[in-house]
């Protein structure tokens, strides 16, 4: 018991507040982070990041990987390159940046975010509960396929690829993916 609500009684609020959030989700509106090479106007909504460097960099990176069709070697040429690419230097504010070296991270983490295709998503991972020597143990962050995605809604807002190319994207990362069956496999 916690004060004077019932364990029932706060499962039934928490039940509430996910069906809340989840009606949000499917019109769109939660205030969620948003990516690198996005900002939130408060009058306008969301919208590309006015710096045109940001914005190039960006463009640099799902251009790279259309040319060359691999996330790795994406990354590879442009290291070899020198391309920078921005590090938020004042935390989760993201105004004002670092630039450093690009890392694998920052190449794949865009290429596998649907949001950089215009996309808004809700419910894209699930917790999953199992019985671990008879306790109940829970582990998060377990992505789903986007056919079971909570909320779908393409063209929420502007974009640095169509829905088309991210889906190509996905499907090239997953024949690429190392230890894979089946498909390509991108060079090591």
């Known amino acids: 018991m916690r004060g004077s609500i019932s364990e029932f009684e706060l ?6 507040m996910l069906d809340a959030a989840r009606a949000k989700a499917r019109r769109g509106e939660p205030r969620i982070s948003v990516p690198l090479g996005y900002i ?17 960099v960006i463009r640099l990176v799902f251009e790279r990987f259309r040319q060359l069709g691999s996330a790795r070697q994406a ?4 290291v070899a390159e020198g391309v920078f690419f921005p590090r938020p230097s004042d935390g989760k504010r993201l105004t004002s940046f670092d630039w450093t070296a690009i890392r694998y ?16 998503v809700y419910g894209k991972s699930e917790k999953r ?5 008879g306790r ?14 909570d909320v779908l809604i393409r063209d929420h ?3 640095y690829i169509g829905w088309a190319e991210y889906e190509r994207n996905r499907m090239l990362l997953a024949a690429n993916a190392y230890g894979r069956a089946g498909g390509q496999k991108s060079g090591r």
């Open 11 to 16: 499962g039934v609020i928490r039940a509430r």
């Open 40 to 56: 939130r106007h408060r009058e306008t909504g969301l919208g590309l990041d006015p710096d045109f460097r940001l914005q190039q």
């Open 75 to 78: 990354h590879l040429s442009l």
């Open 105 to 120: 991270r920052n190449v794949i983490g865009m290429l596998k975010n649907s949001f950089y295709a215009g996309a808004y």
């Open 129 to 133: 509960i199992e019985l671990v020597d």
């Open 136 to 149: 109940a143990r829970k582990s998060y962050g377990h992505g789903k396929p986007p056919e079971a995605w």
């Open 157 to 159: 807002h502007a974009a």
